[in-house]
Each structure stands twice: as C-alpha cells, then as structure tokens.
C-alpha cells in the first residue's frame, strides 16, 4: 500500500478516531513502556478503567513515574498501578526491568511498547549506539524477546489470547533504507554507527526507526505464529508530543505549524494503543502481525510486503538476533525454543 500526504492530511483533519475499545481485565496483568507521559500515559490510563489485576508502569525517570501513578490513581480510582524503572538507552536497565519483573509477575497478558525518541541531532548510549536505534529498535526488541516466553505462558495456562503491541507510525511508508546498510555484515553495526549518522539521516532517523518496528513485528510474529499470542504494531496518528522536543531549526516552527492545524490529542492516540492491545476479541488472529490504524488491520507499504522488503525482513532480523544475543544469551534460545515449535 502506497499513502500520500494527502491522504495522512485527510486522515488527520477527519479526525475519525473511534471510542476506545473496552474489556474486562480481571486477574490480568498489563505493561505499558513509556507510561508517565503522552501516548503512554493515555493508554495507561483507559487500561486502568478496566480493572486489570496489576497496571505497571515502565518509564525512564522514577519522579515522573510516581507522578503518572499518581494521576491515574487520582482520575480513575484504580490502585492496583506500580512504576518500575526502565531506561531503553540501557541495555542493563532492560535486563534488570525484565529479571524483576520476571520474579514479581507471574503473568503478562499485555505488553505495549510504546517508548521511542525522535533524535534532532546525533547521540551516543553509554552502549555505544545512536540513541535512536538503541530506544526505538533494539532495546524495544530486546524487551519484546525476553518478556515473550511469559506472555506466552500467560496465554497458554489461562486458555486466552494475549497481546504484544509495538508502536510504529505511517511514517514508516515513506521510509527506506540504504542499500549499503542492509547489505553489511551487521545492518544495526553501520545503521546506529556515528559515521553513518550524518546530518541528513539524522533527519530521517524516526521514520527509519518506524519502519523497522513494522519489520521486527512481522518477524516476532511469525515466530510466534503457533502461539495463542497476537503481536501487532499500531499507528497512533500524528498527535500532540513531547518526542519531538529536540527538534531544531526550521523543523521546530513546521512542528509547531501541524501540531495547531493536524495533531490528534493524546487521549486519541491512546485509543489507538489500547485497540491493538484488545481489539478483535472473537478473531485475534486476524491481528497477528498486522499494522493497525484507526481500529482497523491496513496494508503496511509496498516495501514492506514486497519481495525485497522480505528478503529485507529476513536479514534485519537475522543481524537483529545477532546483535541481542551479544547482550543477554536468553536471546538466542528463546529464538530457538520457538523456532522449533513452527
């Protein structure tokens, strides 16, 4: 599917953003990643109104953590809400957020990866990547992966299908990466290095990023294709954010300019997050690695579904196994565990 900017114009000036999917989340344990503000926050919240058995909160800074905690306590009424810190430029804080919550959680039902920055300039993690990459990409994934073998279980022992919710973005249609970057030995190595990341990528680096959770999606689904586990990701639209707060330049009025006359309020781009979360309850696998825009399963891109964009997602996620596993070894054998199970 092709998407022109007329079409992402009318789609936001419509505004026709459905009310939020509703269920009983009883006994059930839900996870939102990058909860104490925005799309998070939002989503966060509607999930809150649902009675699951525990809410936990994942975000960077432990004040604004609590406040989120808070504030939702505070306008739902819902106390079963906990923060626990995790820092996606961090490959230990991952760790350590996935050991903790594996020895405090007995279940997961629903995981929403919602983080992501969108860089204005280049920037190193203390691990040595382009924060852009080790947030939106990696780490996000090396979350998914570790968390994966619960969610499944969740699934599994409660007879029920769980959900594993990446959040892309359209911008992801009009994304695609170099050759010289999807033909190295290491995709990630050259796509996160700082020779790389000059200026004009830099510029580029979100919508690249987006494309890559739609990748990553597709690939951990069909790893988990035998699984009562629906993975999906979800556009929440163009809505008003902070993840473009280190803009600069020219960039920062146009932002201005189309958060007035475009942006869909956070509330409305949590909905979002939520129906990919619960949507489709009586056909889950209708969702099961789809791209999700405005309650509804819509084509990715052309690059995406093509046959090079296959080839692509083969190898994105062959370098993408690669590079976790040097992280935590629980990577590999959690591909291979499920890899055998197809």
């Known amino acids: 599917m092709k998407k022109s900017m007329l079409s992402f114009f009318r789609d936001q000036l419509m505004d026709k953003v459905p009310p939020v999917a509703t269920a009983d989340l009883s006994g059930q344990t839900v996870v939102v990643i990058g909860a104490n503000t925005g799309l998070g926050f939002e989503a966060a919240k509607h999930f809150a109104r649902m009675n699951p058995a525990k809410l936990v909160l994942a975000c960077r800074n432990e004040e604004k953590g609590k406040a989120a905690v808070s504030k939702i306590q505070q306008d739902t009424g819902f106390k079963s809400v906990e923060l626990q810190l995790l820092d996606l430029a961090k490959f230990s804080s991952v760790t350590q957020f996935v050991d903790n919550f594996l020895r405090t959680s007995d279940r997961l039902d629903i995981l929403v990866a919602n983080a992501a920055v969108a860089p204005g300039t280049y920037k190193a993690t203390a691990d040595g990547w382009e924060e852009g990459v080790q947030v939106n990409n990696l780490s996000t994934s090396l979350l998914c992966l570790l968390l994966a073998?619960?969610?499944?279980?969740?699934?599994?022992?409660?007879?029920?299908?769980?959900?594993?919710?990446?959040?892309?973005?359209?911008?992801?249609?009009?994304?695609?990466?170099?050759?010289?970057?999807?033909d190295a030995l290491s995709s990630f190595e050259v796509f996160?290095?700082?020779?790389?990341?000059?200026?004009?990528?830099?510029?580029?680096?979100?919508?690249?990023?987006?494309?890559?959770?739609?990748?990553f999606t597709r690939s951990l689904a069909t790893l988990l294709q035998n699984t009562p586990v629906t993975v999906n990701c979800v556009n929440p639209g163009f809505c008003i954010s902070g993840i473009r707060r280190e803009f600069t330049g020219f960039m920062v009025v146009m932002d201005w300019l189309m958060e007035k006359i475009l942006a869909r309020t956070t509330e409305k781009g949590g909905r979002q997050l939520v129906w990919a979360a619960l949507g489709?309850?009586?056909?889950?696998?209708?969702?099961?690695?789809?791209?999700?825009?405005?309650?509804?399963?819509?084509?990715?891109?052309?690059?995406?579904?093509?046959?090079?964009?296959?080839?692509?997602?083969?190898?994105?996620?062959?370098?993408?196994?690669?590079?976790?596993?040097?992280?935590?070894?629980?990577?590999?054998?959690?591909?291979?565990?499920?890899?055998r199970s197809r």
């Not at 619960?150 to 973005?169: C, D, H, L, P």
């Not at 790389?196 to 987006?210: H, L, Q």
């Not at 690695?289 to 084509?299: I, K, Q, S």
């Open 192 to 215: 996160g290095s700082k020779e790389y990341c000059t200026p004009s990528k830099i510029s580029s680096r979100y919508f690249d990023t987006k494309l890559l959770n739609v990748f």
């Open 149 to 182: 073998p619960r969610v499944v279980e969740t699934a599994q022992n409660f007879n029920k299908n769980a959900r594993i919710v990446v959040v892309a973005s359209e911008v992801h249609y009009w994304a695609k990466l170099d050759d010289n970057v999807l």
């Open 280 to 339: 489709s309850p009586e056909n889950p696998e209708d969702l099961k690695g789809a791209y999700v825009n405005l309650h509804r399963v819509e084509e990715p891109s052309d690059y995406v579904i093509g046959v090079e964009g296959k080839k692509r997602e083969d190898k994105l996620w062959a370098d993408l196994i690669k590079e976790l596993a040097k992280v935590d070894d629980r990577v590999q054998t959690i591909v291979q565990d499920f890899s």
